[in-house]
């Protein structure tokens, strides 16, 4: 497949190269990417397969819009600031019509993201993508799960709990489906399909906070990383938690689940030190101190963080 595989990299992939700071993209045996002054690298790898990380059938941009924000949530929650992504593709078949779909959503990306994509593979076999993202920080201020300390508010990004209510919707698991807005199902599930990457947030977290991760596998779950990884204990408030008005309306037990430990959200936890104003978007809802582990005064109904290789 070697001489197609060039021409379809070329032709659907190989096209999203331009940056300010790419020196050579897509066409040799490596990219060559150019650091700020006085900055390091970050980099960070993802990967999504399907009928694991997203439904089998699944809208080909939309795989790529999944792909790419996990990958560059990361970026996020270490204060990064986007570089460039590679991309390596495991397709079943060298489909054009859905690898032309699947460059749209790629395109979207690349533009919203400012991350052009500088290099990838593509190979035969179940279909699985795996982005690895760059970015850089200034010299010693890449945040850490590490640095949370007692006394530090946790605080949360924009609203959580979306995502998991969406896939719930497109697997049909949340009945009667037909009592829920048009308009609820669609923001849901578009929260699903098209997470966001905060990359608007890296210079506030890298003035302001002291440690953050990005919610991929649940709020309870994630927040345990960074606690545990600081040696501190933390609470949750769950009256706190920012819930959207399209999750709110499925009722305060579903939404306090999806909250607390349904995944895929793609926010960011935060540990931000007492005093620093709060700005539009980041929610106070628990706090660090002393100790270990990370105590609610609800808990889920079903702990729903997400594990690879859990029973």
Not at 122 to 130: E, K, Q
Not at 145 to 166: E, F, I, N, Q
Not at 168 to 178: F, S, V
């Amino acid at each position: 497949m070697a001489g197609r595989e060039f021409e379809l990299i070329y032709r659907h992939l190989g096209i999203f190269g331009a940056g300010p700071q790419v020196r050579l993209g897509v066409g040799d045996d490596g990219a060559v990417v150019a650091l700020p002054p006085n900055s390091e690298l970050v980099v960070s790898s993802d990967s999504v397969v399907e009928g694991t990380h997203f439904p089998d059938l699944t809208l080909p941009e939309y795989v790529a819009t999944r792909a790419v924000a996990a990958a560059a949530s990361d970026l996020a929650a270490m204060a990064a600031d986007p570089l460039a992504m590679t991309l390596a593709l495991t397709l079943p078949e060298p489909d054009e019509l859905w690898l032309h779909s699947f460059s749209q959503g790629l395109e979207r990306c690349v533009q919203s993201l400012s991350l052009p994509l500088v290099g990838g593979d593509l190979t035969r076999g179940p279909l699985a993508v795996t982005v690895t993202v760059m970015g850089s920080v200034p010299t010693g201020s890449a945040l850490k799960r590490s640095g949370a300390k007692p006394g530090d508010r946790l605080c949360v990004t924009h609203t959580l709990g979306d995502a998991a209510a969406g896939l719930a919707l497109i697997m049909g698991k949340l009945q009667p489906t037909n009592d829920i807005p048009f308009e609820d199902e669609e923001f849901l599930e578009g929260r699903f399909y098209q997470p966001t990457a905060r990359l608007e947030w890296v210079t506030w977290l890298r003035e302001h906070a002291h440690s953050a991760i990005d919610i991929s596998d649940g709020l309870l779950v994630d927040v345990e990383h960074m606690a545990d990884a600081s040696g501190c204990a933390c609470t949750i408030d769950s009256s706190a938690l920012p819930l959207s008005p399209a999750l709110t309306r499925l009722g305060r037990e579903l939404c306090l689940d999806w909250a607390l430990a349904g995944g895929d959200d793609y926010e960011l936890a935060v540990a931000v030190p007492p005093g620093v104003m709060l700005p539009p978007g980041l929610s106070h809802v628990g706090e660090f101190y002393e100790g270990s582990g990370v105590q609610c005064d609800v808990s889920p109904t079903k702990r729903m963080g997400y594990d690879h290789f859990g029973a």
